[in-house]
């Protein structure tokens, strides 16, 4: 258990260290905490993926880099206030905490994450790895992470514990905000539809995304979505380093979770519209980052999307044409629940045709979706008709179109091509806040304050129930 907690602890502080060594800021709160490590996280995370071009991420050069990063923190003479050590704290209780809620000891990813992490440990990055099994040509870069976390100082068990502290500096960003809103709340230059965000993604993230060994790679991907956005209704000037940060932000997301690809159209669309340096933007990191990913791609699928034909290089020594080509077909048929079809002596490629897949779908995985939604959407509507009433204070909508739009244009493509909850269901949420919040169109700041204080309820009661 020690151990356990140690490690938790360990990997928080790193995060925060190497975050706040690039923005040179201090976490004056938890909000601004939890935004300085997950900089670091994302970092870290690329610093493991460089690595393992040119080797393995074995315990002991993990282990050798990390007393690097220690001696520039101590070079740099970087060190935490009382106030970040006392948030480490409750971080590191509350991701122990939800390890003891789960029913099984481990992350949600026996089937492939595990064992491509083992290679990772062993091996630097394989030629036509897909090969071996086509699930490894589906890989997050979490996985990165996680097999850089296996060092000689936290042991094995530290592969377990970057997709859990990744978790709790995303939840608690938004419970940042609630929070110094609920304690500062005669502060008039509030974002309110940030905090009406906030509240109702921190209300999802109690409701259904609040046990660990169900996040595999989705929970992670769907929570920087939402952190995304945030961010965006959030922002105040673009100048470069706030594009940046948003286009950093927009790549990491796309990283965790191919189905997320809308979310480049952010950083693009602010590109276009306020004229950012074209050079310093193909010069940057989150640039060489993506960059990075499509050469891993590419070495060890023979894709740059894998399986996306239209994006594969087929003529290569180690790509397989024919698996790349069934594999796309599959997923795409799985996606829209082929196991459940009505034709059984259809093709997958004829069944994702034309609609083939629709009536299946309806009568089996819509009603999964429908069970999910329609509870929180219930909420939802409850919690729209609540700030109905109009008085003389009206939201102030900044940066919310651009977003609903990504929304719902994820929504629809989600519904064609690959219709699981699980791969999108941060477009169709988003989606519902940001129309609630155009419905509302007034605000109310005791309501505010209620609504902060009964999410704040529901978000404690969902970790112990």
Known sequence: MFSLISSIALTNIIYLLIGKLLTNKNSVSLKYYTDT??????????????????????????????????????????????????????????????????????PDAGLYHLPFIKILNEEKIIFGLFNLHARFGHVSILQYSSAFNNNVFLGEIGILIPLLCMYSLLTFYFLGDILNYIFNSKNKNFNFTSIYFSCLVLLYISYKINRYSEFGNDAIGHLLFFYLISKLINLKNLDYKNFNKIYLLSVFTILNKFTLIFSILIPAYLFIKNKIHFRKTLLSLPTLFLILWIIRNIITSGCIIYPQTNTCFVNLDWSNKDKIITESHSAEAWAKDWPNRIDKNTSMENYSKNFNWLSSWLKNHFKKVANILIPYLLVLFLITLYFKTRNEKQFYFKNIKLPLFICLLGSAIFFLKFPIYRYGYSYLISAFILISILLIKFYDQEKIKKLCVFVLFIFITSYVY
């Open 37 to 106: 490590a997950i900089i670091g996280f994302i970092y870290f995370s690329f610093i493991a993926l460089l690595i393992n071009f040119f080797s393995s991420l074995n315990p002991t050069l993990n282990s050798i880099i990390l007393v690097l990063f220690f001696i520039a923190f101590f070079i740099k003479k970087t060190v935490l206030s009382k106030k970040e050590i006392l948030i480490s704290i409750l971080l590191t209780f509350f991701s122990f905490f939800l390890i003891l809620l789960d029913t099984v000891y481990r």
